[in-house]
């Protein structure tokens, strides 16, 4: 009896997927719920695992092809003996294998191997399955331990091959191509404009100076800057609707739910995984929130459910140290707001020169929704709740 391998349902707007690699050939033996096949999309990376255990009969979809929800991907001689398939990171066991410190060491079980996912990483960047210490269940290797090694082997500089490519051509992956496609038709769509203020980070540097500790001791997790730009977020969208509304056919289409994308940069490229309901979330739950998508975004584990949905985004280029930037509209919605570097500088405080740590934000919006009024309106009242950030308990 043979079983079919059909892409699953990739989610919200999401029609297609390219196939990114199969962890099996043809004639190997594999087991039911066992990944067989990665597919990319335009959003997140997933797995489609056997639907049976037997022997791999065909692959109809091979790597690089473009499939639709519902294709047949291959099928599964089901109860049929394949051929056993070696690891892949089996090779790089016995060429190099890691030192052992005892004999339990020596006797580690096969799901401490990395998964597939893992292997695919490592075949990529070149990097011994030897050399990376796995922190995942069981000391299995995560697609951020690998990523952790090759940040390392990468800070020291090497020297150029005399015999190195001057260029290289590389296929665009799935998500980088919708990126460019999404980005370049929000432009082409929307009417956009930025709108530019400053804001005195002053009193939130003391107040988080004041109370992270505590913070971290009684929430378990740090007191960043995002939860409390998150919050000003909203409550200024709660006071210019426009802002949080997006143009449906000939109708303005107005939210009454805070759910705020949170631009990541990754291996990638850009995701923005979403805060659910940030409204209703404290700054410790929106801290926690944040960390938990961050992570998966890193280790390329998000769902569609993550990232479907947005009214509104917030995005950090601060990390990266850009003091400037007019960030770009993730449609459908009608605004993101911009966060930039704080840095120390001299400005004009009664009368009198002073430096403060000051931070540049921008707001880029639809001028087809938002009139000037009301997007230089928004941003003084995120400069005003950061300022003072009692506005932010007292919901002002």
Same mark, same amino acid.
């Given at each position: ?35 067989? %096949? ?5 959003? *997140? ?21 473009? %499939? ?9 001689? %089901? ?39 893992? =292997? ?20 299995? *290797?995560? !697609? ?29 992956? !799935? #998500? ?7 980005? @370049? ?43 409390? &730009? +998150? !919050?000003?977020? *909203? ?18 289409? /107005? @939210?009454?739910? /805070?759910?705020?994308?949170?631009? +990541? ?10 805060? =659910? ?12 929130? $944040?960390?938990? #998508? ?25 990390? /990266? ?25 001299? $400005? ?6 002073? $430096? ?6 921008? #707001?880029? /919006?639809?001028?087809? $929704? ?7 309106? &928004?941003? %003084?009242?995120? !400069? ?13």
């Amino acid at each position: 009896m043979a079983g079919e391998i059909i892409v699953p349902s990739l989610g919200e707007s999401v029609s297609e997927a390219t196939i990114a690699k199969w962890f099996k050939k043809v004639g190997d033996n594999v087991q039911a719920d066992e990944p067989l %096949v990665e597919l990319e999309t335009d959003k *997140v990376t997933m797995e489609v695992n056997a639907p049976a255990s037997g022997a791999l009969k065909s692959i109809a979809a091979p790597e690089g092809k473009t %499939v639709a929800v519902g294709a047949l991907l291959g099928m599964i001689e %089901v109860g049929a003996a394949g051929a056993k398939s070696a690891p892949a990171s089996a090779p790089a066991k016995a060429a190099a294998p890691a030192p052992q410190t005892s004999p339990q060491a020596s006797a580690a079980p096969t799901s401490a191997q990395p998964g597939p996912a893992a =292997r695919k990483m490592l075949e990529e960047t070149g990097i011994p399955a030897s050399s990376v210490s796995g922190t995942g269940k069981d000391g299995r *290797v995560t !697609k951020g331990d690998i990523m952790s090694a090759s940040s390392a082997s990468t800070a020291a500089p090497s020297q150029p091959a005399s015999n190195a490519p001057k260029e290289e051509r590389v296929k665009m992956s !799935k #998500l980088r191509q919708v990126i460019a496609k999404r980005l @370049k038709e929000s432009q082409n769509t929307a009417a956009i404009l930025t709108t530019f203020n400053e804001i005195d980070m002053s009193n939130v540097i003391a107040l988080r100076a004041e109370y992270k500790d505590a913070f971290e001791k009684k929430h378990g997790v740090r007191m960043g800057f995002m939860s409390l &730009f +998150v !919050k000003a977020a *909203v409550n200024a969208l709660k006071e210019i609707p426009a802002v949080n509304a997006e143009i449906q056919g000939d109708e303005l289409v /107005y @939210k009454n739910h /805070y759910d705020i994308g949170v631009a +990541v940069g990754t291996e990638q490229g850009l995701v923005v995984p979403v805060v =659910r309901n940030a409204d209703l979330l404290s700054l410790a739950e929106i801290e926690k929130e $944040i960390g938990r #998508l961050a992570e998966k975004a890193r280790l390329g584990s998000l769902a569609m459910s993550d990232l479907a949905g947005g009214t509104f985004t917030v995005s950090n280029g601060g990390v /990266y140290g850009s003091l400037m930037s007019t960030p770009i509209i993730n449609p459908p919605q009608s605004g993101i707001l911009g966060m930039h570097k704080t840095e120390e500088r001299p $400005i004009a405080v009664k009368g009198q020169v002073v $430096i403060r740590p000051m931070m540049y934000v921008a #707001l880029s /919006y639809d001028h087809r $929704i938002i009139d000037g009024k009301e997007s230089v309106t &928004f941003l %003084v009242k995120v !400069k005003e709740a950061i300022e003072d950030p009692r506005r932010l308990l007292l919901g002002l």
